[in-house]
């Protein structure tokens, strides 16, 4: 090693460096070390920050220019604030590997072990010298100049070729958030850059107050599950390497890694198939078969499948003879080389045609409460109707407040559940009125004065959740043992955000996802979930959705949200599903076509969801399965070529695919269409007033040209904004139009959308348009694109993709941007520049654009 001796005494931690006989890979200087990932050097200065993120390859160096980068940082138990460390020192125990001492300000050091290997660095949490101080460790934040595409699940972050990544290593080391949980971010745009961080949360004690969907719960201690233990992998490597690295990661530090025929699933084409969900039962399971064959899907769902979730008994009117029928259904799919996958809603817990054992007749002691609980202020009798409690700090509030607008609400008693009406206060105590005993097949009894009572935990969804570890990982085990018995291969769990009403965050959606993985990994098993995270990344085989939005008819529900997944999941290399959507007997052949095009240009599989009797009485139901099945065995052959999958990602064109005569594949460009509902608000309506270097004239094109079908109630798109073709922006002023947001609508924030032509005459390219509102360079969006005569460009949907197009208004090239900003209410100015472009000639025109939704129905 060639570095200056340098060494660093506090107790028996030390930065130790070598003489030039020595030459490890691992480096140390003069108050700093250097630590190696992969192809990426991280410099960490004696002050505990990151100085430098080295390419190795190039000698670029990552770090940003403002904001610090960390290798750790802590939240202290009473103090929500963010605490840096302010002494780093090192041990050097090997070549490779050596030990980190961070101390904080007030005193904790947090023991680090560095271990390099060929692609990447492992970090591990070995000591702490106060374990009962530090409530949560950071890993990071990993601050960065990075402005590619991020990979937020993965915890990834891109600049241009080179690739910069952060994985947990335990179940309890994750990103942050509710329910998807976020390890790589972007900074606002006038820092710009993005940053990596996990975190690792002391779940040891009781009493830790959790907030979710604004219910607060006590979350139950859970031994072991601390800091020290919690590691993270750290790694810098090009593009085409990430799926190779994590791999090597997965095999080597113990992560779930999936396998399927003998391929990591990440690698696998399985997990790219589509499937039918539909209510099979013992009766119609051959009918549904046959749909499944005759479409080509390979795998089929049973959506309503259970009599109770907690348990998960097979619904015995689906079912009659119980879990023989259950299998059998699976047994005659696989004869049929059809695999069978099942529905759960997570750990919802809750009785639907079967009484749920862990609530009746006697509810599980693990259930989760809302704190705080209290004691009965006077004795219950059994058909007493109102109940006096021993007043507490909160309670009053804690017992009127709705979960997620339930209307029953509950408290518990000893083996009781009791449902309550109203809630008051009254001499000194608090009573509860219109009291209905025996709430959800629980056996109302006489109560002694004294007894505990405390509100149990009932939400939107009518149903109860675990309140401890074990009973989260116990009902993870029943779906894992009911899917390898009944002989399926999938399990897709929606709601699985709802682990969280445990208590311990992402560590409870982690905890019972894994105990369905150990259940069945060995056979050759898909994951499915509704949400993502860095630790459930390597578990998940894909993620879906559908939420029954059928309000805005086949082609319309959450379009703008599936586009916006599908380039998420890219991102997160992650395989793509459009989710569901619902053909009937009024579903159109062109329907069909549209959305198996679109899946075809994402790489992406579809789930249709039908009611099976109801679909067959389409009378283009025979010609709507071959459509079908063509689209699905071409996506997956590779039959289309990257120039036709980016026509095909188009949301405004439909297209038709047939064989040759020699039986290769045959696609057609059928028509651009738009929603016949659409009502366009003239664009003349809302008066916009020339500020700067522009001008303002009618609008001269049609809404088609944004490209966006316009699935819709009523959409505008302003006059033409037309630049003066200077250096200065344009600026105009107006108003956007009002839509009533009292309404029950979807999505209903309006996006700052653009629609930006260059006229075929035009001196010469635009390099970088942007778009700006109110003189705030957050609410802007910008096209990292050059811009050619002739040539316009669209953001044609809510999502960080804009499209630019030529004069026959076919697709040239898709352009990665930020997440496009919400447009503030009332009066606004728009500021319109570019690079380049100061020679004779018309200047660029913009046009803007908003929408208002189709209201949901009641």
């Given at each position: ?517 150990r259940e069945t990994h060995d056979k050759d098993f898909l994951y499915t979930g509704s949400n993502l995270g860095n630790w459930s990344w390597h578990a ?302 018309p200047g660029p025109i913009l046009n803007l654009r908003t929408h208002r939704h189709i209201p949901l129905k009641p």
């Open positions: 090693m060639t570095c200056r001796s340098v060494r660093y005494l506090v107790g028996d931690m030390y930065l130790h460096g070598a003489t030039g006989r020595e030459r490890p890979r691992m480096k140390t200087g003069s108050g700093w070390v250097e630590l190696n990932a992969g192809q990426l050097r991280i410099r960490v200065s004696e002050d505990g920050r990151i100085c430098c993120l080295r390419n190795a390859a190039r000698g670029k160096n990552y770090c940003h220019s403002v904001q610090p980068a960390f290798l750790v940082t802590a939240q202290f138990v009473g103090d929500p604030g963010r605490v840096v460390p302010v002494k780093l020192q090192c041990r050097k125990l090997s070549a490779s590997r050596c030990r980190l001492a961070f101390t904080f300000q007030t005193g904790p050091i947090v023991v680090l072990e560095a271990t390099e290997h060929s692609n990447y660095l492992r970090l591990k949490v070995i000591k702490l010298s106060h374990p009962d101080v530090i409530q949560c460790l950071y890993w990071g934040p990993m601050a960065t100049s990075m402005e590619g595409p991020i990979g937020e699940y993965v915890g990834l972050l891109r600049q241009g070729t080179f690739v910069i990544g952060m994985l947990g290593l335990d179940m309890n080391t994750d990103g942050h958030g509710d329910g998807h949980d976020l390890s790589a971010r972007r900074y606002p745009q006038t820092e710009g850059g993005s940053w990596l961080e996990l975190e690792t949360w002391d779940w040891r004690r009781d009493g830790r107050t959790e907030d979710f969907f604004g219910i607060r719960m006590d979350g139950r201690g859970v031994h072991g599950v601390g800091i020290v233990g919690s590691g993270v992998v750290l790694y810098g490597c090009a593009e085409s390497r990430v799926l190779d690295t994590i791999e090597a990661v997965e095999q080597a530090e113990s992560l779930p890694h999936p396998m399927i025929e003998g391929r990591w699933a990440k690698r696998s084409p399985v997990p790219w198939g589509s499937s039918w969900w539909t209510d099979y039962t013992e009766e119609n399971i051959d009918r549904c078969l046959d749909l499944a064959v005759a479409s080509g899907f390979k795998w089929l769902c049973r959506f309503r499948t259970f009599g109770n979730w907690g348990h998960f008994d097979p619904d015995p009117n689906l079912y009659p003879t119980g879990f023989a029928g259950f299998k059998g259904c699976s047994d005659k799919a696989k004869a049929r080389g059809v695999h069978t996958l099942f529905y759960t809603l997570s750990t919802f817990t809750k009785e639907i045609n079967l009484p749920e054992p862990c609530i009746s007749p006697v509810p599980d002691r693990r259930l989760q409460t809302v704190p705080p609980e209290t004691r009965l202020a006077r004795a219950l009798g059994r058909n007493d109707t109102a109940v006096r409690l021993e007043d507490r700090d909160g309670l009053l509030g804690a017992l009127r407040q709705p979960h997620m607008d339930v209307k029953e609400k509950a408290i518990w008693v000893d083996d009781e559940l009791i449902q309550y009406e109203h809630v008051e206060s009254e001499g000194g105590h608090v009573v509860l009125t219109e009291c209905k005993r025996g709430f959800y097949r629980t056996v109302p009894a006489v109560h002694p004065a004294g007894r505990r009572a405390v509100r149990v935990l009932y939400t939107y969804w009518q149903c109860f959740f675990p309140g401890t570890e074990a009973m989260n990982a116990e009902l993870g085990r029943r779906v894992g043992w009911l899917a390898r018995k009944g002989n399926f291969r999938q399990v897709t769990l929606d709601g699985h955000e709802g682990c969280r009403f445990t208590g311990h965050g992402a560590y409870s959606q982690n905890v019972f996802l894994d105990a369905i993985y998940l085989s894909y993620i879906s959705w559908g939420e029954y939005d059928c309000h805005k008819g086949f082609r319309g529900g959450m379009l703008d949200y599936r586009l916006w997944r599908m380039i998420q999941l890219r991102n997160n290399y992650m395989p793509r599903r459009l989710g569901q959507h619902y053909p009937d007997k009024h579903t159109t052949v062109e329907d069909v076509e549209w959305l198996m095009g679109l899946a075809a240009g994402w790489d992406a599989g579809v789930e249709l969801h039908v009611e099976i009797d109801n679909f067959n009485q389409n009378p283009k139901r025979d010609l709507i399965v071959e459509k079908i099945r063509m689209w699905e065995v071409a996506r997956l052959a590779g039959a289309f070529s990257e120039r036709q999958k980016l026509g095909l990602r188009q949301s405004d064109c439909i297209h038709t695919l047939s064989r040759t005569t020699r039986g290769g594949w045959r696609l057609e460009f059928v028509r651009r269409w738009r929603h016949l509902l659409l009502q366009m608000t003239p664009a003349a309506s809302v008066p916009i007033r020339s500020l700067g270097d522009g001008s303002v004239k009618p609008c001269s094109v049609l809404f088609d040209w944004t490209h966006d079908p316009g699935i819709y109630q009523s959409a505008w798109l302003s006059d033409d904004l037309v630049h003066g073709g200077g250096k200065q922006p344009g600026c105009w002023e107006f108003t956007p139009p009002e839509y009533d947001r009292g309404e029950r609508v979807a999505w209903d924030t309006q996006k700052l959308q653009i629609l930006v032509r260059l006229p075929k005459t035009a001196a010469g390219p635009i390099r970088h348009p942007r778009v700006i509102v109110n003189g705030d360079p957050e609410l802007q969006v910008r096209v990292p694109v050059v811009l050619q005569p002739g040539q316009y460009l669209s953001t044609p949907h809510d999502m960080p993709m804009a499209f630019v197009y030529d004069a026959n208004h076919e697709v040239v090239k898709e352009v990665p941007i930020r997440n496009l900003p919400a447009l503030p209410t009332g009066p606004l100015t728009v500021e319109f520049a570019f690079d380049g472009g100061a020679g004779k000639g």
